[in-house]
């Protein structure tokens, strides 16, 4: 079975480096709207195949962290069926929170990447080894990052990138192993 990931040796090279990461989520994790019902409740739609992903990737030995600027249950309900290591919400300042993660876990910039998709997250993905975006982001957002995916936030972005950094580590085939058997 062959999945399709990017050629790119520089693309490559900085997924090769990951150990953590860190995911936005309006417009990553979800395709950035936002339903919010008569009585102020919110709701997100998360797409089945990027949540599979994140699970294969911390199976493949990378952390993952979810750095969002808004308050919301429901990506906190999300992050926790995933088992995703460091959930932060509520965030002014994302590349505060990746400096104190990349701290606390001993790693530097090169170790990180970053998935965001519009002007709050320019100071993270600037920050980080692996800057990465979705085709519907802002042009100064595709300017700062080495990766631009060709599946949209919310649309199997998220499983992308989770196949690139296990395919650059030559991790990736004994992933879907374990589920051709």
């Known amino acids: 079975m062959t999945i399709e990931v990017p ?8 997924a090769k480096n990951t150990t953590l990461l860190c995911l936005d989520v309006d417009g990553i994790m979800t395709d ?13 739609a998360f797409h089945i195949r990027d949540g599979l992903g994140l699970k294969l990737l911390m199976a493949g030995g990378v952390s993952t962290a ?9 990506a906190q309900a999300r992050a926790a069926e995933l088992g995703i290591t460091y959930f932060h919400q509520g965030v002014a300042d994302k590349r505060q929170v990746m400096h104190d993660l990349m701290a606390k ?7 990180v990447a970053f998935m965001g998709d519009d002007l709050p997250d320019l100071a993270a993905l600037r920050l980080c080894g692996l800057a ?3 085709p519907e982001a802002p042009e100064i957002v ?11 936030g919310g649309h199997g972005a998220v499983r992308e990138v989770c196949e690139l950094i296990l395919h650059a580590q030559g991790k990736l085939q004994a992933q879907l192993d374990r589920y051709l058997a």
């Open 105 to 111: 876990m001993s790693v530097g910039r090169e170790a």
């Open 142 to 152: 595709r300017a700062n990052t080495h990766y631009v995916t060709r599946c949209q």
């Open 32 to 44: 950035g709207r936002l339903y919010l019902q008569s009585d102020g409740v919110e709701a997100k």
């Open 7 to 14: 050629t790119d040796p520089k693309v490559l090279a900085r």
């Open 66 to 74: 979810i750095i969002t600027g808004r308050q919301s249950p429901s």
């Open 132 to 134: 990465i975006t979705v």
